[in-house]
């Protein structure tokens, strides 16, 4: 079965945060469909959604879920990335049978715009793979401490370590303003995916996934 890619932000270093093994964790809101799905399971089995996370079945997960527990996806990266972390480990890169692919590609594409879009590179060439451990639903607003480590933030004096310095922190976002994990990450989410969409507080899907390769 041909592998899928998974998309992070790069302007504020998603992908590096999951390559480098810091961001565990990513949310996607709920399709309308799955939305409509929803209300309805939620008055035949009264499910709590106080608590913020809504602890649905799992056969709601399996058929509405875009994330599945145990698959395997590609962490996605333009081919010019992924060409110079190949030559930079062997300079005899051309050499190697099993690099025609990642060749053949690189002739196709290195004169064209997609040599630096992650779009046009085939999966089965990128290096790092991700695997889905855990799917949730929660509301997007509803962020623990924990989960907003898992998305990669951390305070700046974890970062810099030693150094005597405040605020919060997520790669290529700095913010002095923010007290604790949680609020770090609702302005990295305001930052990428604009005010309005945090503010409307969707139902998200919760994935976790952990580093395979």
Not at 124 to 130: D, F, K, P, S
Not at 177 to 202: M, S, V
Request: hydrophobic share 40%; proline share 3%.
């Amino acid at each position: 079965m041909k592998i899928k890619k998974l998309y992070f932000n790069d302007e504020y270093k998603q992908t590096h945060n999951v390559i480098d093994g810091r961001k565990t964790q990513l949310r996607k809101p709920l399709s309308n469909v799955a939305v409509k799905a929803l209300d309805v399971l939620k008055r035949k089995l009264s499910l709590d959604t106080d608590s913020g996370e809504i602890l649905v079945p799992d056969f709601f997960i399996e058929k509405h879920s875009p994330f599945q527990v145990g698959e395997v996806y590609a962490v996605a990266q333009p081919l010019e990335v992924i060409w110079r972390h190949e030559s930079a480990i062997d300079d005899k890169i051309c050499d190697r049978k099993e690099t025609q692919l990642l060749i053949q590609s690189a002739n196709e594409l290195q004169k064209s715009k997609g040599w630096a879009n992650k779009v046009f590179a085939p999966a089965e060439l990128m290096r790092y793979r991700v695997e889905i451990t855990n799917v949730r639903v929660k509301y997007l607003s509803h962020v623990t401490e924990e989960d907003a480590k898992a998305e990669g933030c951390l305070p700046l004096a974890e970062v810099f370590k030693g150094a005597e310095c405040t605020g919060w922190w997520h790669d290529g976002f700095s913010l002095n303003t923010c007290q604790t994990h949680a609020e770090t990450f609702e302005a990295l989410y305001r930052a990428i995916h604009g005010n309005k969409e945090w503010e409307a507080d969707p139902l998200c899907w919760v994935v976790d996934f952990k580093l395979v390769g």
